[in-house]
């Protein structure tokens, strides 16, 4: 992978547990949406992230979520906030977009996995502003949800375009779905099959998804997810 250097422009809290990072992206920069990135934080210590940009953008973006003061994240964060320059690798990850399909999408987060879901969903659009695409974003409550208001936007403006948040915890003023955010994948989607289908989320969630998904006629060679890889 290539090693660079990046200017940190900024690390703003989305909310109490969810960290924007921003960092200035070297002319020429090429990877592909839906790939991950490495902090160096020393050569036998290099932490993955999604990157929640695009290539071709002056701004490299990471949704970094943080739960506890020292957590692995936290670290992560106050590295980005003690130094002027850090050091990344990039990039790896096979679940990147697939440009050349037509094939409609199904786009899966739970928590900070929407910064993956984010930047394939950018890259989609930009290809095509009419493609069939589901976005799926699950969390414990709307809190988790921390660009709601953009998705809404998004879904607003793109006819195609349908924006299904899904939380545990619903309140009676939010416009969403309860649940389980799979659940409702399976529920909106009974036949799965002729969809492409990306998930960001925690290992034990790939791990249902994928089999929750293949018994409801999704093809394993359009299922895509960085966890598959590891389980």
Same mark, same amino acid.
């Given at each position: ?7 940190? !422009? ?12 921003? !960092? ?7 990877f ?13 210590d290099k932490?993955? /992230? $999604? ?9 490299l ?7 506890s ?7 992560v964060?106050e590295?980005?906030?003690?130094q002027p ?9 096979n679940?990147?977009l697939?440009?050349d $399909?037509?094939r409609? !999408? ?7 996995? /929407? $910064? ?8 989609a659009?930009?290809l095509?502003? @009419? ?5 799926f ?7 988790a ?7 809404k936007?998004?879904d607003?403006?793109?006819?195609n ?8 915890e619903?309140?009676?003023d939010?416009d969403?779905?309860?649940?389980l955010?799979l659940?409702v994948?399976?529920?909106m989607?009974?036949?799965? $099959?002729? /969809? ?6 925690r290992f034990e ?5 994928r @089999?929750?998904?293949?018994?409801h ?5 359009n ?6 890889a590891?389980?």
């Open positions: 992978m290539q090693r660079i250097k990046c200017r940190v !422009l900024d690390v703003r809290p989305f909310s109490d547990t969810v960290y924007h990072i921003r !960092l200035a992206a070297p002319k020429g920069l090429h592909n949406a839906g790939q991950y990135l490495k902090v160096v934080m020393s050569e036998e932490r993955p /992230f $999604s990157i929640a940009s695009v290539a071709g953008e002056e701004v973006e990471l949704h970094l979520g943080a739960f003061p020292d957590s692995w994240a936290m670290q964060v590295h980005f906030q003690s320059e850090v050091e990344l690798e990039m990039a790896d990850g679940a990147h697939r440009e $399909s037509k409609p !999408l199904i786009l899966i987060a739970g928590g900070t996995g /929407f $910064s993956y879901v984010r930047a394939i969903l950018r890259r659009l930009t095509n502003p @009419d493609r069939h695409i589901q976005v974003w699950g969390g414990k409550t709307p809190e949800l921390y660009l709601h208001n953009e998705m936007a998004l607003a403006t793109h006819a375009l349908k924006y299904i948040p899904v939380v545990e619903l309140p009676a939010f969403g779905q309860q649940g955010v659940d994948v399976k529920a989607n009974p036949d799965l $099959s002729g /969809f492409d289908i990306y998930i960001a989320g969630m790939a791990a249902v998804a @089999d929750l998904f293949l018994a006629g999704a093809s394993s060679d299922l895509f997810g960085d966890a598959f590891f389980i």
